[in-house]
């Protein structure tokens, strides 16, 4: 079993539409992160949290809001979502007491914005 | 801005050859270095990480760091089809890791 998990895995919306992905774990990780992919832009950072209330803006937050329901589950929302945020979207793990550098990440959700 | 540099490649090797991976960092104050590997449509899967200078070697993969030079390496023995990926560099700072762009290896039979 994955211990990563995310849902949706693929998601076509349209402009205007709010959206959220959702990220859960079974690793026990107290941190948590979520980032965007784009071909030739590398991973960035959106958000992360490092326990479930301490929740802090990444490199590129504007036009994303986050959620840490628990320890386990960590929400991204697109409030109102527009094109460019059509990317490759993952949510990753770390443990601060063993390695807190150790990032894991999950599946990944395809987000299109149309 | 803390930066991680990579070659983007492509690099080409063939079959049973070693591969040579490269990445340079610009936080002088670094102490975690990660090398990620990635599919083609899949997530980063972590494969190697080095702390100290020197090699670190696991099984066919072998990981270098030279902290005076900011200089992180991943070497890849006996390279195989299977290990054609974008290898991602990451380098622990300030309580995240900072991301390389990758470099993409393609390993020919």
């Known amino acids: 079993d994955a211990d990563v998990t995310q849902t949706p895995r693929n998601r076509i919306t349209k402009t205007g539409k709010r959206i959220m992905l959702e990220c859960s774990q079974t690793?026990?990780?107290?941190?948590m992160y979520w980032y965007r992919q784009d071909p030739g832009l590398g991973l960035r950072l959106i958000y992360y949290?490092?326990?479930?209330?301490?929740?802090n803006k990444g490199e590129i937050s504007d036009g994303y809001s986050v959620s840490r329901q628990a320890q386990a589950k960590f929400s991204l929302s697109l409030e109102s979502a527009i094109p460019n945020q059509t990317a490759l979207y993952f949510c990753?793990?770390?443990?601060?007491?063993?390695?807190?550098?150790?990032?894991?990440f999950g599946p990944g959700t395809r987000l299109t914005v149309t | 801005q803390k930066e991680v540099e990579q070659n983007s490649g492509p690099l080409s090797v063939p079959e049973g050859a070693i591969a040579s991976l490269n990445c340079t960092y610009s936080?002088?104050?670094?102490?975690?270095f990660f090398w990620y590997r990635q599919y083609s449509g899949k997530s980063p899967e972590l494969i190697m990480s080095?702390?100290?200078?020197g090699d670190k070697e696991d099984g066919r993969f072998t990981a270098q760091l030279n902290k005076a030079s900011q200089y992180v390496s991943l070497l890849i023995r006996d390279s195989q089809p299977s290990d054609s990926a974008t290898y991602l560099c990451?380098?622990?700072?300030?309580?995240?890791?900072?991301f390389g762009k990758g470099t993409k290896l393609s390993v020919k039979p």
């Open positions: 990753a793990t770390s443990d601060s007491l063993k390695a807190a550098y150790e990032q894991y």
């Open positions: 690793k026990g990780h107290d941190r």
């Open positions: 949290s490092f326990d479930v209330k301490d929740i």
């Open positions: 936080d002088r104050g670094s102490q975690s």
């Open positions: 080095i702390y100290s200078n």
């Open positions: 990451a380098v622990g700072s300030q309580g995240n890791l900072i």
